[in-house]
């Protein structure tokens, strides 16, 4: 499994910074593209960064490009999201992940993903 390790959430003011930690046990994490998702109350999950195994391409969504950067240390197996400039809109449960796939991992069925983290709560508030 990706273990999701508490590092990192908490409580944070706008404009702060946070950055999640997740290791990944039971595989090895440089076989498979990742990402990080994350679930507000009553919305679908969704992605916010994701990279490749490979050649360390990288994409991330408007709603947080330029503000977040995914990063991965496979001889760590070890993976991380820095969030700078948070915003309110930003509170959510955040989930690491990872697929072998990275194409199906950006656009595949999330309940086809192999390896979830257990969620780390980010609460971005005044």
């Known amino acids: 499994r990706c273990s999701s390790w508490s590092l990192g959430g908490g409580l944070v003011q706008p404009g702060g910074s946070l950055k999640l930690s997740c290791a990944a046990s039971g595989f090895t994490l440089g076989d498979y593209a990742i990402a990080w998702f994350r679930q507000a109350p009553g919305k679908e999950r969704e992605g916010v960064a994701y990279?490749?195994?490979?050649?360390?391409?990288?994409y991330y969504p408007d709603s947080v490009k330029g503000r977040f950067t995914i990063a991965r240390d496979d001889a760590k197996n070890m993976m991380y999201l820095q969030m700078n400039n948070l915003k309110p809109e930003d509170t959510a449960t955040y989930y690491c992940?990872?697929?072998?796939?990275?194409?199906?991992?950006?656009?595949?069925?999330?309940?086809?993903?192999?390896?979830w983290g257990k969620g780390t709560l980010v609460t971005v508030s005044s």
């Open positions: 990279t490749t195994s490979s050649d360390g391409a990288k």
């Open positions: 992940a990872a697929h072998y796939s990275y194409y199906q991992l950006r656009t595949g069925d999330i309940n086809d993903v192999n390896y």
